[in-house]
Structures are given as structure tokens and as C-alpha cells.
Nanobody, 123 residues
Framework: HVQLVESGGGSVQAGGSLRLSCAIS????????LGWFRQAPGKVREGVAS???????RYADSVKGRFTISLDNTKKILYPQMDSLTPEDTAMYSC??????????????????WGQGTQVTVS
């Protein structure tokens, strides 16, 4: 039974930072990819960052230079660090998992397992 549980969301002022986390359990892949997605009301879900167990990260253009994704593969916790936040970053953020790829995907359709999400509000 695969579980992904996000935490760390909340409200922050523009220019501030938030460090989210996603705890993963029950995943049977030896190597895998993790993605971080967001969806604002009325908008399409957007992949913002992804990483594989080879620790190769990938970022959407909208967050490059502001977001950093890291993975503690021993503890199986994903850590998206979000800096220089703007109101446009307000969304429900979710993590997702899938099998290993050398270039971790940013498309939601590539991912098999999903967490429930955590809300981030920037004002």
C-alpha cells in the first residue's frame, strides 16, 4: 500500500519561503522518480519539479532559481524548498511517484501514485 503524505504548507507573505515535505512509504520500486505538482483554482495541474533516486533534479521554467527539490533516499522524504514566493505560487501542492527514468518527468500523466496535497497561500 503506497502512501505519500505532504506537509509544510501554509500562508506566507510574498518574498518569503516555505519548505514542504513528502513522506513516502510502501513504494516497492528500488529506484524511482518523484514529482512535485501544483494546481490553482481554475487552472491546469502544473509540474514544478521532479527528481529521481540518482538525485537528478528537473524544474519548470516558472520556478527555476526559486525552488529546490531534494530527496533523502534513506528516510524516503522529498523536500521541496520554495523561496522568493509570489502570489502566483498560490496553489494546492502534491507529490507523486513513479518508476525510474533518467530524466524525471514533469507531466502528471507519467505518475502512478499521488498524495493528498498541502495548500500554499502567498499574499
Amino acid at each position: 500500500h503506497v502512501q505519500l503524505v505532504e506537509s509544510g504548507g501554509g500562508s506566507v507573505q510574498a518574498g518569503g519561503s516555505l519548505r514542504l515535505s513528502c513522506a513516502i512509504s510502501g513504494l516497492t520500486y528500488k529506484n524511482y522518480c518523484l514529482g512535485w505538482f501544483r494546481q490553482a483554482p481554475g487552472k491546469v495541474r502544473e509540474g514544478v519539479a521532479s527528481i529521481n533516486t540518482d538525485l537528478s533534479p528537473r524544474y519548470a521554467d516558472s520556478v527555476k532559481g526559486r525552488f529546490t527539490i531534494s530527496l533523502d533516499n534513506t528516510k524516503k522524504i522529498l523536500y521541496p524548498q520554495m523561496d522568493s514566493l509570489t502570489p502566483e505560487d498560490t496553489a494546492m501542492y502534491s507529490c507523486a511517484a513513479t518508476s525510474f527514468e533518467w530524466r524525471p518527468p514533469l507531466q502528471a500523466s507519467e505518475y502512478k501514485y499521488w498524495g493528498q496535497g498541502t495548500q500554499v497561500t502567498v499574499s
